[in-house]
């Protein structure tokens, strides 16, 4: 379902399943949640890469799974989405550490939430983004893809990439602002590959604490955001990292986060 492969810092992940375009079970969206715990509780990994194997990143949900089930459809989505998808899409939002997603082909549905759930997403320029969920299946989006997409792009572009079903390519995505880069194939992992080393590199506390500054000015007032500011800040200037920095700036020499003060 998963495939993992450690380089020094970065755990990259890959969705495993190309036969199915890697669309998603609760089967394998509980094995990669399992996977990112796994990931945050170690000791060494300090990013963590998101990719698929095969020609797509995620074709969304397996609607052969959906066929297959006996019972109301209504009960049985309800119940996946709160036990398996919503804890997926809330862990992918809220991870410590950075998560970064190289989409190296289509995402459907269900994947364009995997996707865009990462902190930042690069894609290859042959990959496309789609939400096929109302014009094709009467359904609305889920796995964060209404708050996800409304924030990337303006309100009249999120509606009308749902409404439609229409694909937005990886080079259009980039240009709205809804992902950071769009990347020749050949050049997408090693570029997505070395970002995650770089971030690797940086103190997790700030990496944390910035994170969560970002994350709240969606909702604060201006004087709320300058009030987490000042106690993030004055938690940061009270931590190893920032003496390791000024170290460094000291002694011309790059900072070393890792060794020399993590917070």
Same mark, same amino acid.
């Given at each position: 379902?998963?495939?993992?492969?450690?380089?020094?810092?970065?755990?990259?992940?890959?969705?495993?399943?190309?036969?199915?375009?890697?669309?998603?079970?609760?089967?394998?969206?509980?094995?990669?949640?399992?996977?990112?715990?796994?990931?945050?509780?170690?000791?060494?990994?300090?990013?963590?890469?998101?990719?698929?194997?095969?020609?797509?990143?995620?074709?969304?949900?397996?609607?052969?799974?959906?066929?297959?089930?006996?019972?109301?459809?209504?009960?049985?989505?309800?119940?996946?989405?709160?036990?398996?998808?919503?804890?997926?899409?809330?862990?992918?939002?809220?991870?410590?550490?950075?998560?970064?997603?190289?989409?190296?082909?289509?995402?459907?549905?269900?994947? /364009?939430?995997?996707? +865009? $759930?990462?902190?930042?997403? =690069? &894609?290859?320029?042959?990959?496309?983004? *789609? #939400?096929?969920?109302?014009?094709?299946?009467?359904?609305?989006?889920?796995?964060?893809?209404?708050?996800? /997409?409304?924030?990337? +792009? $303006?309100?009249?572009?999120? =509606? &009308?990439?749902?409404?439609?079903?229409? *694909? #937005?390519?990886?080079?259009?995505?980039?240009?709205?602002?809804?992902?950071?880069?769009?990347?020749?194939?050949?050049?997408?992992?090693?570029?997505?590959?070395?970002?995650? &080393?770089?971030?690797?590199?940086?103190? *997790?506390?700030?990496?944390?604490?910035?994170?969560?500054?970002?994350?709240?000015?969606?909702?604060?007032?201006?004087?709320?955001?300058?009030?987490?500011?000042?106690?993030?800040?004055?938690?940061?200037?009270?931590?190893?990292?920032?003496?390791?920095?000024?170290?460094?700036?000291?002694?011309?020499?790059?900072?070393?986060?890792?060794?020399?003060?993590?917070?």
């Amino acid at each position: 379902m998963i495939e993992i492969s450690d380089q020094q810092h970065v755990r990259t992940i890959a969705l495993n399943e190309p036969a199915s375009f890697n669309s998603i079970t609760e089967e394998s969206a509980n094995a990669l949640l399992d996977a990112l715990r796994n990931a945050v509780a170690s000791d060494t990994v300090r990013a963590v890469l998101l990719t698929g194997n095969g020609k797509f990143f995620c074709a969304g949900g397996n609607l052969k799974n959906f066929m297959a089930q006996q019972g109301p459809l209504d009960t049985y989505v309800n119940k996946a989405i709160e036990e398996t998808y919503n804890p997926l899409a809330n862990y992918m939002m809220n991870m410590p550490i950075p998560l970064i997603s190289a989409v190296n082909g289509p995402a459907i549905g269900a994947g /364009v939430g995997l996707a +865009l $759930n990462c902190d930042i997403v =690069l &894609a290859a320029k042959s990959a496309y983004f *789609s #939400l096929p969920f109302v014009p094709k299946l009467g359904v609305v989006p889920d796995m964060g893809c209404s708050w996800l /997409v409304s924030r990337g +792009l $303006n309100y009249n572009q999120a =509606l &009308a990439m749902c409404l439609t079903g229409d *694909s #937005l390519s990886a080079d259009d995505a980039a240009r709205a602002g809804m992902i950071w880069k769009s990347i020749d194939d050949s050049e997408l992992m090693t570029e997505a590959s070395a970002l995650a &080393a770089n971030l690797a590199k940086l103190s *997790s506390g700030a990496v944390r604490r910035t994170k969560e500054s970002l994350r709240a000015a969606y909702q604060n007032s201006f004087n709320e955001q300058l009030l987490l500011e000042q106690k993030l800040q004055t938690e940061s200037f009270g931590g190893k990292a920032f003496q390791e920095g000024l170290n460094a700036f000291r002694e011309r020499r790059e900072a070393d986060f890792i060794a020399n003060g993590d917070e």
